[in-house]
């Protein structure tokens, strides 16, 4: 329960930050999330010209104080999907959305069933062993023996 | 049923495994690595690639298939970002003003912010038209990075060479407007 509520207030705290970071985005922020068209890296990793001149674009837009969203169009605008480090929301991209969550589903609903499947194969506990009364009563005997 | 079960979950597996080595090989089949330079390095004389893409001026754009059988050409791939791009761009501007009647200059700016690209050829005095390439689709037809990359194209539409050298420029200018 306690579990729950954590992840309940989680999420909505998550939610007003992540529309501060579309609001005002920081250039961090997107230098981590945009390509440097040359050399197959992140902003963030590059000191390249290219990479330099995209940099000045995103403050630029920052400054101006355009959304995450607008900044992200225009580089695509200008550069194509390749440019943002997340694959696109559409098309041949949303396969890499999905695929990792179908693999999930699926590999849950594997082990789910190998579990289940396991627990009914399992042998039913052993009965409790009956004695023959003669047997009991002399082991009963050797008992009393050694205790007294 | 439990086999049954089991045997499907093999044959499933089996068959991602096989998509996966179709993928590879397809991919590996279609590698466009092989760009129009790759293909002078091995003495071959391909046909140009065709782009059609708009033009850095807002004019429209041009579609270099419409100009085969037309002009030769002279194909100047670069960037505002690119430092090198400046000395080349400056020579084919000079031998425009001796060829331009008989060649077509044509600029491909490619992965670049072109904004930038336009102020750069203002500030560099660079009058040949050129197309925007931001992804740099049409630049991996012809050979990749790096830039300048600067493609000699006869009237037939054939790549006749590309410029590697300084005395390149000349020679090659002189063969195509001959062509």
Known sequence: ?148 | MARSVRLSAQALALAVVVGLLALLVWRVVHDDNKGVSQALDAGQHPTAPAFDLKRLDGRGSIDLASLRGKKPLVLDFWASWCVPCIHESKRLEAALQQYGNRIAFIGVDTKDYSADARHWQREHGITYPSVHDGNGKVLAKWGGLPIPRIFFVARSGKVVGELVVEEDLPRYLRQIAAS
């Open chain 1, 1 to 148: 329960m306690n579990r729950l509520a954590a992840v309940l207030v989680a999420a909505l705290l998550a939610v007003p930050a992540a529309q501060a970071s579309e609001q005002h985005p920081t250039q961090a922020e997107l230098e981590g999330e945009v390509m440097c068209p040359v050399c197959g890296t992140t902003l963030d990793q590059s000191s390249s010209p290219a990479a330099q001149q995209i940099k000045r674009v995103i403050a630029k837009g920052i400054a101006s104080g355009q959304t995450k969203s607008q900044i992200e169009d225009r580089l695509v605008a200008e550069y194509g999907d390749a440019i943002l480090a997340a694959p696109p929301r559409h098309g041949f991209g949303l396969l890499a959305w999905w695929l990792p969550i179908a693999g999930i589903v699926v590999a849950a609903v594997v082990v789910g069933a190998g579990a289940w499947r396991w627990s009914r194969a399992r042998e039913p506990a052993p009965r409790s062993v009956q004695l023959d009364p003669a047997l009991e009563r002399r082991l009963d005997d050797e008992l009393r023996r050694f205790e007294g």
